[in-house]
């Protein structure tokens, strides 16, 4: 189950089982899913599912996803509707809104391989912008206030702003590396609710990349935080 602005949605089963899961699938019908959220079937999902940040993952990533969920055990569970609401019409249009993503991460030959490793993590697997981004009415991110704080993300809490010049953009560099590994802030204090689940991934992290994840974060022009 996972707890969204729109409601309560059942999320699906994605071992290789063959019959409930995604054992079936193509690798092609996989890329699909996770570049433009369409399902094998046609249908689209709901952004809940993030594929507008996954649609900039590398095919080698892809395939390194894919590769490792084949390895779970296969657990024979049958997905279970979510419960009606007026978001579910909006699936195609959301669908529409993915189009014009630009598929895989292209480097920025103006930035040194540091920059673009952070740009990669931060917009794709780090998925920061799926509770940092405030959203439009079909739970699109708003582009030109990437980052800059939402105030309904995920648990219907607010996240902030994490562009430079707010309060989280003053951190230092080395700020942001020990929150991502401890969770600890320079407040002398520690991350909660969904950001405290994020750094037990980000603690995972090599220390080159909590690094290169805080210099892109440093790097970015500050938008000023709505209120």
């Known amino acids: 189950m996972l707890d969204t602005p729109f409601g309560r949605i059942r999320t ?10 995604i054992g079936r699938w193509q690798f092609d019908d996989f890329v699909r899913a996770l570049r433009w959220g369409i399902a ?5 999902y709901v952004p809940a599912f993030p594929f507008p940040y996954y649609n900039r993952l590398s095919a080698g990533d892809l395939a390194d996803i894919r590769a490792f969920l084949d390895t779970l055990p296969a657990v024979p569970r049958r997905n279970e509707a979510s419960a009606p609401n007026n978001f579910a019409g909006a699936r195609r249009a959301i669908a ?3 189009t014009p993503f630009p ?21 794709t697997v780090g998925r920061c912008g799926d509770c940092h981004t405030p959203r439009d009415v079909f739970s699109a991110p708003v582009s030109d206030r990437a980052l800059a704080g939402s105030p309904a993300g995920f648990g219907h809490k607010a996240a902030p702003n994490i562009t ?14 020990t929150m991502l590994r401890t969770g600890e802030t320079p407040e002398v204090d520690f991350v909660g609710g969904a950001m405290a689940e994020v750094v037990k991934n980000t603690a995972r992290l090599d220390a080159a990349d909590r690094r290169a994840i805080a210099i892109y974060l440093k790097s970015l022009p ?4 709505q209120k």
Do not use: F, K
């Open 164 to 177: 430079p010049g707010s309060g989280v953009g003053r951190w230092t560099e080395e700020d942001i590396v």
């Open 222 to 225: 500050a938008i000023r935080s």
């Open 96 to 98: 529409v809104t993915a």
């Open 103 to 123: 598929g895989p991460y292209q480097a920025d030959p103006t930035r040194d391989q540091v920059w673009n490793r952070g740009a990669y993590l931060v917009e």
């Open 12 to 21: 699906p089963n994605i071992t290789p089982d063959a019959e409930t899961g």
């Open 40 to 44: 094998p079937d046609d249908t689209h």
